[in-house]
Every structure is written in C-alpha cells, then in structure tokens.
C-alpha cells in the first residue's frame, strides 16, 4: 500500500503530465487568442514557459490578433548608453535579460522593472531625436556608426512588435540639432538651435509620412513676417511655435504662417528660462506638462498665462535638479510616465526611477495627479555617463 504522500506525488505528476500533454494539443490559433488579451507587459516571464511560447510571442501573427481585438497598449522603452530596455513585469527570480553594467537593483521589491530590448538586428549606435508613431519608433539623423560634429540626413525606425530595425528614406534637408514631433500621424522634423533660419534657408521643416515613407517640405514663412533668427521652437495645440526676434507659427491643418499672441511668448519665457530640454515636457489633451527647476511637475494654464503645481503627488520621491535628469512622455490615456536618476551618496550605482501618474481635471483651475507605481526600475555604475531618452510605442 502506497503512503500519502507517495500518493500525493503520483497525483501531482499525473496532473503535470496531463497539463503538458493537453497544451501540446491547444491549436496555435487559440494560443494566440489567448495571448492577445495578456498585458505585453508580461511577456518576457511567459516567453520562459518554453520554446513554443516564444516563438509565438514573436510571430507577427498575435500583433495581428491584438489589434483586432483591441488590445494594444501604450508600452514605454528607454534608450540608454546605445542600449533599448522596455518596461515589464520582473521574471520571477530570472536574471535571463540582465547585463553586465545593467541590471533591476537588487533592492526592487515591486515587478516593474526595464529589461533589454532583444533587438533582432543592428540598430542606429547614434541618433539626433527621437519620436514614435503607432508601433514604431523612428530615429532622426542616425548613424551607424558614431561620428562626432556631423548632421546626418538618415532615418532609421525600430518596429516594436518585432524588435527589428529599418531604414526609412532620408531627409531631403539636413536640420542643424533637430528636434521631432508627430502631429496627426506625421513627423515634423523642426531646426533645434539657434541659427538665422528663415534668413537663410528655403526650407525649414521636413513633414515625413509613415503611411506613404515620403517626405515634403515646408517653406519657410514670407519675409514680410519672418524675422532674422529663432532661439527655440515648440510643439503644442497641433502648432509648431518658433520663437526669436519674431515669433511664428506654423498650422499643419492649415498649412499657414501667422505671427505668435502674447501669451505664446509668456509661455516660452517661463519654459526656456529653466532651460527645459526636449523630452523635459509632454502635452496629454492640449495640456502641456513640464517639470522645471522646483522639483516639482507644473502644467500650464493657457488662460492664466501660468504655470500651475501638478497637486496629489506627496507621494511621488522628491525630483533631482539639473538638466536632462528628468524625462516625461504620454503613458497611454490620460496618464503620464517620468523617468529621473538619483545617485546615492554610499553606493557606487546610479538607479533609475520610473512612476507612473494618472491624471485627473478636478475643476478648471485644478490638475490633480494619483501615482499608480514608482520603482526603482534599474541600476547602472555611477561612473558612467549617460543620457536617457524615454519614448512611448503603441503596440
């Protein structure tokens, strides 16, 4: 006679064996239907389940499937030190995506972690700005190589349900420091330094379409409205404002040029005066969002002609100063995600922070944002310089 527990164990190889056994019969159709409606945010833990999930994870086939069930997702990427890392949720006791100079800190206690980016190809090593539209992430003014001092005309783009690159046409133009911005599904590639740019160029803003992989381009505004330099250009209200001796505006839906009200320039006094850099600002329904010198994130009320504190965040870590410490992007609907570093005085890493924010209009005067998360999503040498660069992909 068998003990209980020589029983239980049959029983529990018997289930195993039958769990297996009856996967193995589940057509890939149905897999993939169940798959689609799983968060991507946890495929990294289940492509560990076995060959047969990872191959089905990265089959253009569940993409397909997710977007006809609706189901895609706002999913956050981070390009650090020429490396891409994506948000997910932490493999359990895996340590398959770490690297060597890159790892989730030790100290994690939630699943949110930045994990690798296992890119199926080569990638830009270098690029000049970033944006991203739908599933795809493009990168403005790559290389392939890393060369310093030198503008570059060409586009490559990292297709996020497959992790693979491609080059897309380049620009007709070569833009000094450009900066880029989609409006209606098209990319706007707008010069980001200061320059006599409307004395001295025809042309000075390259529109690529996703759809079509072409490029046009705008001619600059006539002399009698133009002036002779711009300082900085800003993207908000499907507008793209320029700001110098004249301030402009370029309407993509109207295709026109029309000299900037007072309270454009209120704004970009306040804005560039803390020397807010590009991805130091996001705009979530026509409401522009910046985190400047008071270490604390602002909106700003076109009305008032004001910055005004983003209030519910007590429990959000207190922010670091500098520039390029802090990024913010557009997380999905009505949130907003911020990305910040903080150096520890006993350590010799550097960890990465990420939160998570939803927000919510209370009042006409009032923006209250509630923390969903906020973790230690990564740990990097201290020594080490870098520059990080948030982006959003629908995927």
């Not at 609706?70 to 956050?76: A, D, K, P, Q, Y």
Request: hydrophobic residues 35%.
């Amino acid at each position: 006679m068998l003990s209980s527990s020589t029983n239980l164990g049959t029983v529990k190889n018997c289930k195993e064996s039958s769990s297996q056994l009856n996967m193995s019969y589940i057509p890939d159709d149905i897999l993939l239907n169940c798959l689609a409606r799983v968060s991507r945010f946890y495929y990294p833990t289940l492509s560990l389940v076995s060959k047969r999930f990872r191959s089905l994870l990265a089959s253009p086939e569940l993409y397909k499937t997710r977007t006809l069930l609706s189901r895609t997702e706002t999913c956050l990427y981070v390009y650090l030190c020429h490396r891409w890392f994506t948000l997910c949720r932490r493999p359990t006791k895996s340590r398959r995506f770490t690297l060597s100079c890159f790892r989730p800190s030790r100290t994690l206690t939630s699943d949110n972690i930045l994990v690798s980016v296992p890119s199926r190809n080569d990638f830009p090593y270098y690029c000049q700005t970033l944006t991203a539209v739908g599933s795809s992430i493009y990168m403005i003014g790559g290389y392939t190589a890393y060369i310093h001092n030198k503008d570059s005309p060409r586009v490559f783009f990292m297709d996020c349900r497959s992790h693979t690159w491609h080059e897309a046409p380049s620009m007709q133009i070569v833009p000094n420091n450009p900066r880029a911005s989609v409006i209606d599904g098209k990319i706007y590639v707008v010069e980001g330094s200061s320059r006599d740019l409307f004395g001295s160029l025809k042309y000075s803003i390259a529109v690529f379409d996703p759809k079509t992989q072409t490029w046009e381009l705008v001619e600059s505004p006539g002399a009698g409205i133009r002036g002779a330099y711009i300082s900085n250009s800003l993207v908000t209200k499907e507008n793209i404002y320029f700001f110098g001796d004249k301030s402009l505006v370029y309407k993509p839906s109207e295709k026109i040029w029309e000299a900037v009200g007072l309270e454009m320039h209120l704004l970009h006094m306040n804005l560039w005066l803390d020397e807010i850099p590009d991805d130091g600002y996001c705009e979530i329904d026509n409401v522009l969002y910046c985190y400047r010198l008071k270490k604390v994130l602002e909106w700003y009320d076109y009305e008032e002609g004001a910055w005004k504190v983003l209030k519910g965040l007590e429990k959000l870590p207190k922010l670091p100063t500098g520039k390029n410490r802090v990024s913010l992007i557009q997380c999905g609907k009505g949130k907003i995600a911020v990305l910040w570093d903080k150096k520890h005085a006993f350590s010799s890493e550097t960890r990465i922070w990420c939160a998570e924010i939803l927000l919510e209009r209370r009042s006409k005067y009032e923006i209250y944002g509630r923390v969903e998360w906020c973790d230690v999503v990564l740990t990097v040498p201290r020594s080490r310089f870098f520059r990080k660069q948030l982006i959003s992909a629908t995927v």
